[in-house]
């Protein structure tokens, strides 16, 4: 699997091409702060009701799927609740970290933002988080593009090679049909020649004096043209099928500059590494 990420400080619905996006609640903190308060106002404040309605309320390990409904420019939002902010610890902080990568995998998300910072709420370093999160995120993801949760582009591209071999038995069963025809045509021809023969023979045994040369007879100085024959099926070889592209996740890590800058260097010092336990493309 490769892992792609990106670095975003600004708000999250100016974030393009992702298919969701991850929104930390707290269970000790009102009003909803970072990327849920800006999701929430975008979305007229419909997560401030499902938490004053007790229909989410923030408990470790509590999670809630959102349609954004075309309010934001990503379908989904993932509300991940992380408890009281006094029990938040180092161990803590790297299980939730954890745990919110083995959701997103099982989601089947290829594309999205979070902030790390919201999760690991200043417990953890930002290379230590980075590290865990991305590595929790190569391992939850199937090495199988087919596998569940499947990847759509390998999808694709495997419906568009099923639809070459398709097409190409197609046209070989064609070929060989239409080989079959010709032949039986040229057997038929050849059986009506040896036939046009031996009248021929007969009637020049029984007449008497030259016969006329009739419409149905060779004209002196006359080739018929033989028909070509239809392509050999054995010639139209193998389809060319394409490649499934490898698994891709798409990161966009968004929040302040000052931690977004820390989480860059982090990935910077990582990849640098010679002994690095992932291997990131990332942009600036």
Known sequence: MKVQVTFETGHPARIEG??????????????LRGLAARADWRLNGFLSRLVQGD????????WLLVHTQGKLPFTHLFLVGLGRGDDHGKERARAAL?????????????????????VVGGEVDAETALVTFLDALSDSYPEDEFADPPYLPALQARGRNDERVASHRRRRQELLEARRRWEEERRAEEAARVRAAAEESDEADTSEGVQAVGPDRPVAGHVPEEAAPPPDPAELGDPELEPYPERTVRVVMVGEADRVRALREGL?????????PIDVDWQK
């Open 268 to 276: 910077r010092t990582m990849s640098q590494a010679d002994d690095a």
């Open 55 to 62: 229909r989410f309320s923030g408990k470790a390990g509590e």
């Open 98 to 118: 954890e745990g919110i990568a083995g959701k997103l995998a099982l989601a089947g998300l290829h594309a999205f933002a979070i902030d790390l910072d919201e």
């Open 18 to 31: 992702i298919d969701g996006a991850v929104a930390v609640v707290w269970e000790d903190q009102r009003p």
